[in-house]
């Protein structure tokens, strides 16, 4: 087995045999000659000494940079990016390399620098949020926890910090499902929370992470909205119905007292009772319509054949008929009674239009991509404005309901799909397109 000589030592070697010839052919010419032992003695050390310094010289002229480098590349490692070469000729092969090393610190330096910045933000932010976030590593000890997470659990960090989940009773988050709301009391409060687990590495080592969002003041607010716009559609259709039969009672009771009385009272009371009978009427069914929309149950979901359906659904309309084109045939997973009502909301609505204008009404099928389109398309008008279609109690028919739309939108999304409503193209008229999964 050879002996590995260093690098250093190689080019030594390399530097005294490239000499040697040299320095033995000078030693044989000097022998050759006659010259006095004093002058041999002088010039053979000279020559001798001459070509062992240049070799030094040549292995520390090869190993001082790769030391230099060798210390900077160190510092680096020990996160040290101050320190740069100094560089007499950028344009040799070393004067290069000491450029590319300069580089890399100041890359490195830069690298660093917004990771420290990025660090502080996200500290700052963990600590300013309030939402509380937990960090557990594989054995499910607690790893991180931020100033919101101190106040659920109602202890500071250092008292936390590499307990385990149960103790804290966080470790049936760490399984099951990814994303969960629940009811409960912590130590920091009670209420309605939102879970939600992810995955991060640290190290090469998988943690889990989680993150708890009381969901208790949001709920309130939106309940708080919604019973405020409840509130105001409400009022709205009771001022509606009640300011003209309040009118209308007053000015009978005044018609009841005048004595005598004129010789058209009763014509005119009859007319008043009918007025007062019919907005008592228009308040009953509004009622009724947003007992419906309130009081929508979940879909039973069975196998549905389309064609059946939508040729059952365009048969129910008797004031026109409804050309049905029959497609392939084709069995969706849905609640037939709330598809049916669905339809028939639609349907309706493209008679409504198709009557303005004596046109006609379709209603048809079709495969797009994963989805099934169902569409009802009029000859009416078309759309001019569709910002409030899907707003309760919005209507721009004399005695409709507002509700229509709502619920078959409803009805869409609870079988995971959606409703628009489109000008058809080529026009005249508007395309109702109900989206549901093929």
Same mark, same amino acid.
């Given at each position: 087995?050879? %002996? ?12 005294? #045999?490239? =000499? ?7 030693? @044989? ?23 062992? +310094?240049?070799? @030094? ?13 060798? !210390? ?8 040290? $990016?101050? %320190? ?30 917004g ?8 500290? &700052?932010?963990?600590?300013? %949020?309030e /939402? ?17 997470g ?11 910090l ?6 804290? =009773?966080?470790?049936? $988050?760490? /399984? ?19 879970? &939600? ?21 949001? +709920? ?26 309040k009118?209308?009672?007053?000015? +009978? ?17 009859? &007319?008043?009772? !009918? ?14 319509? $947003? ?12 196998? /549905? ?16 008929? *409804?050309?049905?084109e029959?497609?392939s ?18 349907i309706? !609505? ?24 169902l569409? /009802? ?16 109690? @919005? ?8 509700? =229509? +739309? ?12 959606? *409703? ?6 080529? #026009?005249?008229?508007?395309?109702? *397109?109900?989206t549901?999964?093929?």
């Amino acid at each position: 087995m050879g %002996i590995r000589l260093s690098h250093d030592k190689r080019v030594l070697l390399t530097a005294l #045999g490239s =000499g040697l010839p040299a320095v033995a052919v000078c030693l @044989f010419l000097l022998l050759r000659e006659r010259h006095s032992e004093q002058e041999l003695w002088t010039l053979i050390p000279l020559v001798t000494g001459s070509w062992l +310094l240049l070799a @030094f010289a040549v292995r520390e002229r090869v190993a001082g940079p790769l030391r230099t480098l060798a !210390n900077l590349l160190e510092a680096m490692r020990e996160g040290d $990016y101050s %320190i740069r070469a100094r560089v007499e000729d950028p344009a040799e092969p070393l004067g290069e390399a000491m450029v590319q090393v300069n580089a890399m610190a100041a890359t490195l330096r830069a690298q660093r620098l917004g990771a420290v910045e990025a660090t502080a933000l996200l500290r &700052k932010v963990m600590e300013e %949020i309030e /939402v509380a976030v937990f960090a557990f590593d594989p054995r499910q000890a607690l790893r991180l926890v931020n100033k919101a997470g101190e106040r659920l659990l109602a202890q500071p960090a250092e008292r936390i910090l590499a307990r385990d989940a149960t103790s804290l =009773g966080l470790a049936e $988050y760490l /399984v099951g499902e990814a994303e969960q709301t629940i009811q409960r009391t912590f130590p920091g409060g009670a209420g309605r929370w939102g879970i &939600k687990r992810s995955g991060f590495r640290e190290g090469g080592v998988p943690h889990q992470l989680i993150v708890v969002t009381d969901l208790t003041r949001p +709920l309130r607010e939106e309940e708080l909205q919604a019973w405020q716009r409840l509130v105001r559609v409400l009022g709205h259709e009771l001022n509606n119905s009640l300011t003209p039969i309040k009118s209308i009672a007053r000015s +009978l009771e005044l018609l009841v007292k005048t004595d005598p009385r004129a010789e058209d009272w009763e014509e005119d009371m009859s &007319k008043g009772l !009918n007025v007062i009978a019919s907005r008592s009427e228009a308040l009953s069914r509004f009622m009724s319509s $947003y007992a419906r929309l309130a009081k929508l149950p979940p879909p039973r979901f069975v196998p /549905v054949e389309v064609n059946t359906l939508l040729r059952r659904v365009a048969g129910l309309e008797t004031r026109m008929p *409804v050309f049905f084109e029959e497609t392939s045939p084709l069995t969706i997973t849905g609640d037939p009674d709330q598809l049916e009502q669905a339809l028939i909301n639609l349907i309706r !609505n493209a008679v409504d239009a198709s009557l303005e204008t004596g046109g006609r009404a379709f209603v048809r099928a079709q495969r797009a991509g994963q989805s099934l389109e169902l569409i /009802v398309r009029d000859e009416g008008h078309g759309l001019s404005n569709t910002a409030n279609l899907f707003v309760p109690f @919005f209507t721009t028919k004399k005695g409709g309901s507002g509700i =229509g +739309l709502v619920l078959c939108r409803q009805i869409a999304e609870a079988h995971s799909g959606s *409703v628009a409503l489109r000008n058809a193209v080529p #026009g005249p008229g508007c395309e109702a *397109v109900l989206t549901l999964p093929a």
